[in-house]
């Protein structure tokens, strides 16, 4: 599990800085270009997946700045921030609740 929360911090240590953009928007074809997403038979190591991470935040809009025009985004709310990681490790869903 270490890994994963050396890996997690990285990437918000890189994903949150000020100065960023709001979004990276490149054309689709373009994006096709930079992003290798394809899929193969068995997976692959842990390290290798960390590029794509910040490829994934890197294009993603930075939706808690006051320039991205937002219908159903608030900005960033850090105690819903912890909330959706504690969720996410405890692997779990209302349904969980509904039937138990």
Known sequence: MQKNLDILSRAINEWLPEQRAVS???PAKELE???DLSLNETGTE???LEPYLRDYLRFNPDVSKVDFFKLLYSGMNEPAILAD???????ANMHTYQVS
């Open 46 to 48: 842990l390290a290798k």
């Open 85 to 91: 990681w504690i969720t996410s490790i405890s692997n």
């Open 33 to 35: 270009k930079q992003l």
């Open 24 to 26: 990276q928007n490149p």
